[in-house]
C-alpha cells in the first residue's frame, strides 16, 4: 500500500533587504533537507529550483563524510536537481558575515576577526546573523528569542557590526537533539547562510572544538566548507584555538564579557548552574575575568559544586583538565583540586563503561548472547510507582 505523503513546510525569514527577490536557488532547502532526508533512510532527495554545482558536489561528499562516521548506518541518498548554469549578478556591493549566538566561540570569531581584518578588507564581519529556531526552541513563547535579540542588538552596537535577525523552522524537520549535534546543524547554518546572499559572499562558522579534539561533528571543517557555492564561501573559523585560548582573549574585550550567553534556561541570564554554565564560569575565572563578566544570574564557584559533576565525555574531560594548572595559577587551588577529583571519576567511569562494553562484546561474538539471556532470566523488573488518578466530584 502506497504510503500517504506528509507535508511539511519550512521557512526561512529574512529582513527583505537581505534576501534575493523571486530566486529560484534552492541551495537553502538542499542544505536544510539532505541531512533529514539522510536519516530517515531515503533513497532519494528531489528539489525544484536549482543549485550551483559546487554546492552539489560538496552535499554529495558531506553524506559520505556523515556516512562514514556514522559506521555506515546513513547511506548517501541520490539528489535529484538542475544545477545553474550561471551565477546570477548580485545587484549590490557583498559582505562578510558571522553566525552570533553570544557564545564563547562566535564572540571569539568576531574578536579575531576584527583585530585582524582593516576595515576596508572584504573579509572583515560587517553583521552578527543571529538565528532564532536553533539554540533556542523555535516553539518556545516566553519572550527568551526577544531578550537575545536585544542583548545581542547591544553587543552589535558597541562592536561596531550590524544584527541581522533570522528565523526559522528547520528544525521541525527533525526534533532529535542528537541529530542536531552530530549531523544538523553545520548544514543548517550554511542554509541561513545561503539565503541571506544578496548582501554576504562570506559567512564564518564558529568551531566547537580545537583541531586536536575535534570529533565527528555536525558543524566540522570537513562538512561546513563542502556547503559553499560559487557566491557564498562558508568558513569554519577558530579550531586551531582551544576554549581557554579563546577565553583568554576574550577576557580582554569587555563588550563580550556583557554579552556572553552560553546558556539560556532562563530569559534574561545565565543560569549559572548547569554544567556549561559551571565549565564556562570557570573558564573564565582561569583567565582571570569572572568578576568582569556580569551575565550569570548565579556567579559564585565552589568546589561543592565541583563534585557534583563528572564529565560525560572525553571531550569535556579535556576541556576540564585545561583548567586545573592556570586555576591554580590564580589563587584557586580548591577548584584545581575539585577538578582533579572530578577526573578521578570520569577515569572510573570510563573504565566501567570500557568493561562492560568489552563484556557485550565477547558475549555477541563468542557466546552467543547467553551472558544478555541469562541477565534477562535474572532481572527483577523495578516497581515503578502507579500513578493515581482522581476525579473532581
Ligand atoms: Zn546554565
Known amino acids: 500500500m502506497p ?19 523571486s530566486d529560484l536557488n534552492a541551495a537553502h532547502y538542499l542544505l536544510a533537507c539532505f541531512p533529514v532526508a539522510l536519516r530517515a533512510g531515503e533513497g532519494r532527495l528531489a528539489l525544484e529550483g536549482v543549485v550551483d554545482p559546487d554546492l552539489l558536489i560538496g552535499v554529495q561528499e558531506a553524506m559520505q563524510w556523515l556516512a562514514v562516521w556514522s559506521t555506515r548506518l546513513l547511506r548517501p541518498l ?3 536537481v538542475a544545477v545553474s548554469q550561471s551565477v546570477p549578478e548580485s545587484p549590490r556591493q557583498r559582505f562578510a558575515a558571522s553566525f552570533l549566538s553570544g557564545g564563547i566561540d562566535s ?14 578588507h572584504p573579509g572583515r564581519i560587517s553583521a552578527g546573523v543571529f538565528v532564532d529556531g536553533f539554540d533556542i526552541d523555535p516553539g518556545r513563547t516566553d519572550g527568551t528569542s526577544e531578550a537575545a535579540l536585544d542583548e545581542l542588538r547591544a553587543f552589535a552596537d558597541v562592536a561596531g557590526i550590524q544584527l541581522i535577525p533570522v528565523r526559522t523552522d528547520l528544525r521541525r524537520l527533525d526534533m532529535s537533539n542528537d541529530a542536531w549535534m552530530h549531523q544538523l546543524h553545520g548544514a543548517a547554518l550554511a542554509a541561513v547562510g545561503h539565503s541571506l546572499k544578496a548582501r554576504f559572499f562570506r559567512f564564518y562558522v564558529a568551531s566547537s572544538y580545537h583541531i586536536a579534539q575535534m570529533p565527528p561533528w555536525g558543524s566540522h571543517p570537513l562538512l561546513d566548507e563542502h556547503y559553499r557555492s560559487c557566491d557564498v564561501q562558508v568558513c569554519h573559523d577558530g579550531a586551531e584555538y582551544t576554549r581557554l585560548e579563546k577565553v583568554r582573549l576574550l577576557a580582554e574585550w569587555q563588550p ?11 530569559r534574561h541570564a545565565n543560569c549559572g548552574r548547569c554544567e556549561k554554565c559551571v565549565r564556562s564560569k570557570l573558564e573564565l575565572a ?8 556580569s551575565t550569570f544570574d548565579y556567579a559564585q564557584l565552589t568546589a561543592e559544586e565541583l563534585d557534583q559533576i563528572t564529565p560525560s565525555t572525553a571531550h569535556k574531560a ?14 584557586r587551588e580548591d577548584l584545581a583540586r575539585a577538578i582533579s577529583r572530578m577526573l578521578r571519576r570520569y577515569a ?6 570500557g568493561c562492560w562494553n568489552m563484556l557485550r562484546t565477547v558475549d555477541q561474538q563468542m557466546l552467543g548472547g547467553t551472558l544478555a539471556r541469562a541477565k534477562r532470566a535474572f532481572h527483577v523488573p ?4 502507579v500513578p493515581r488518578i482522581t476525579r473532581n466530584q
Open 107 to 120: 564572540l571569539f570569531t568576531i574578536r579575531r576577526n576584527q583585530m585582524l581584518y582593516g576595515g576596508s
Open 348 to 353: 572510573v567511569t570510563r573504565t566501567v563503561h
Open 382 to 385: 523495578r516497581i515503578r510507582e
Open 3 to 21: 504510503r500517504t505523503p506528509q507535508v511539511q513546510t519550512v521557512t526561512f525569514e529574512v529582513p527583505v533587504d537581505f534576501a534575493m527577490p
Open 78 to 80: 541520490r539528489i535529484e
Open 286 to 293: 582561569a583567565a582571570g575575568a569572572l568578576s568582569k563578566c
Open 256 to 266: 563580550a564579557l556583557a554579552a556572553l550567553r552560553v546558556c539560556r534556561r532562563m
Open 318 to 331: 579535556q576541556w576540564y583538565r585545561e583548567l586545573v594548572q592556570p586555576l591554580a595559577a590564580q589563587g
